[in-house]
């Protein structure tokens, strides 16, 4: 007998999850005061890379983040204003960059995300849009070995985990990708990834094929959660109550504003990144690059070329700072110096990212019929299907098919 679920957000975390939860017969209502897709899940990168184990907070990071602050094409910046409040947030962020961390964070990720590109094969093809899940290399671009040798642990650090990569020279690097500018010096490509042609269609489709499917969608904001001794009871929205049966929290960086009505605050922040899409860019791009330096992705998509990239610490509710996209337009004219940039739109989303770059993922510590589904900072789209069928399988009564302890909300 299926359960009455009522699950809080659709971005694609809460749209993948709600699938797998309605493909075992559950009765699903998503509450979502965004429609699908039109909030973070609408414009990543999205890089579908099963490789991408690596956690933000790396050793060394301290002594990067004066210099990069201080570059004005740097990946980083901290709103004068907002300092004090990321101040703790950013202090546990680095004391998360030990060996022993990086290591379980990095083993944590990849048993995560491994399947990735399996989880959202099935979604898609079951949705009608298998044609966005695209099975790709992708290369990673260098301007010095100094920045190469930079990367070195990272590398390593995939390589122990089963990635396969192969380094190439520039000559290489302008082979794979000839428009590039001949300013690399070395590339390593990661040669069995992915990418998603338009993370908005395909989050947009995944719901509309849970609403053929039987699912409902609520397009309401909760307020308050009313929560008693057996656990959450309703749902306070701007339109009245919803009573719950059993509840999952999927809503991205606001989860912790929802998760602090249940008692159980977590160390979430919004850690703000920007995009530019060329409609028209003139490029012939055969797969995604990344300039490691410059922390950008650049992916091809069906809406034409997208450059993604930044880390903006404003908190969730201030005006985009669309000077960051401008940063991120200079980087194409220096990777693609002949991108056609007439028609190009600009983006901003709020990434949410715990301090030790691990999603949460399973049971309320506090109240039996919660579930929480969020965190995953750069890696949510990566992350979206591989969670959605973890949490289907906690509701399920089956094993998991990963060890959920890195996860757990009281971890920390
Ligand atoms: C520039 C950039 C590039 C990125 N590139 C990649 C990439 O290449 N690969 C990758 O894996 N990840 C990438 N990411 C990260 C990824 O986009 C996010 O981790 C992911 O979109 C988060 O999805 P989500 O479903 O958790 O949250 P969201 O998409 O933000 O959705 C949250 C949902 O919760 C709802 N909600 C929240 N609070 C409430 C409330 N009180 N009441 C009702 N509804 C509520 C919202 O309305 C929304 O529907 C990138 C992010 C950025 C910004």
Redesign the pocket.
């Known amino acids: 007998m299926g359960k009455k679920i009522t699950l809080?957000?659709?971005?694609?975390?809460?749209?993948?999850t709600a699938s797998y939860l309605r493909r075992d017969g559950h009765d699903v209502t998503i509450?979502?005061?965004?429609?699908?897709?039109?909030?973070?899940?609408?414009?990543?990168?999205?890089?579908?890379?099963p490789s991408?184990c690596v956690p933000q907070s790396m050793p060394g990071v301290l002594a990067k983040v004066p210099g990069y602050l201080t570059d004005p094409l740097g990946p980083l910046t901290v709103r004068p204003s907002y300092w004090l409040k990321a101040l703790p947030w950013l202090a546990r962020f680095i004391l998360n960059a030990s060996d022993r961390q990086v290591e379980h964070a990095a083993d944590a990720l990849r048993a995560l995300?491994k399947p990735?590109r399996e989880c959202y094969e099935e979604l898609a093809r079951h949705a009608a849009c298998g044609d966005l899940i695209r099975r790709s290399p992708f290369l990673v671009a260098y301007e010095s070995e100094r920045s190469y040798r930079a990367d070195v642990r990272a590398w390593k650090i995939r390589r122990e985990r089963g990635v396969v990569t192969e380094e190439v020279d520039a000559a290489g690097v302008r082979k794979l990708v000839p428009q590039l500018a001949p300013i690399y010096v070395r590339g390593v490509i990661v040669p069995d990834q992915g990418?998603?042609a338009n993370?908005e269609r395909l989050?947009k489709a995944l719901a509309a094929q849970f609403q053929k499917d039987g699912g409902a969608l609520l397009t309401?904001?909760?307020?308050d959660i009313e929560a008693g001794e057996g656990g959450a009871v309703a749902?306070a929205?701007d339109a009245g109550r919803v009573p719950v049966d059993t509840l999952v929290i999927?809503?991205?960086?606001?989860?912790g504003?929802?998760t602090a009505k249940l008692g159980e605050p977590v160390p979430i922040e919004a850690?703000?990144?920007?995009?530019v899409t060329y409609s028209d860019p003139r490029l012939e791009l055969p797969m995604p690059v990344h300039v490691s330096d410059a922390k950008v992705?650049v992916?091809p998509m069906e809406m034409g070329v997208r450059i993604?990239?930044?880390a903006e610490f404003a908190g969730i509710y201030a005006e985009p700072d669309y000077r960051r996209a401008e940063v991120l337009e200079r980087h194409m004219k220096r990777m693609f110096p002949g991108v056609h940039a007439a028609d190009k739109t600009q983006?901003?989303?709020?990434?949410?990212?715990m301090p030790d770059s691990l999603p949460v993922i399973g049971p309320s510590a506090k109240h039996r019929n919660v579930y929480y589904?969020?965190?995953?900072?750069?890696?949510?789209?990566?992350?979206?299907a591989p969670t959605g069928r973890l949490v289907a399988d906690l509701l399920a009564g089956r094993k998991p098919a990963i060890d959920l302890a890195p996860y757990r909300v009281n971890r920390f």
């Open positions: 809080i957000g659709a971005g694609i975390v809460g749209v993948a509450v979502t005061m965004h429609p699908p897709g039109e909030y973070c899940s609408f414009g990543n990168a999205g890089m579908l890379n991408g995300i990735t990418y998603v993370p989050t309401r904001k909760v307020l749902l929205t999927c809503g991205g960086v606001h989860s504003e929802l850690e703000r990144g920007y995009h992705f992916t993604a990239g930044q983006w901003m989303g709020r990434r949410p990212s589904a969020f965190g995953h900072g750069h890696l949510g789209l990566c992350g979206g």
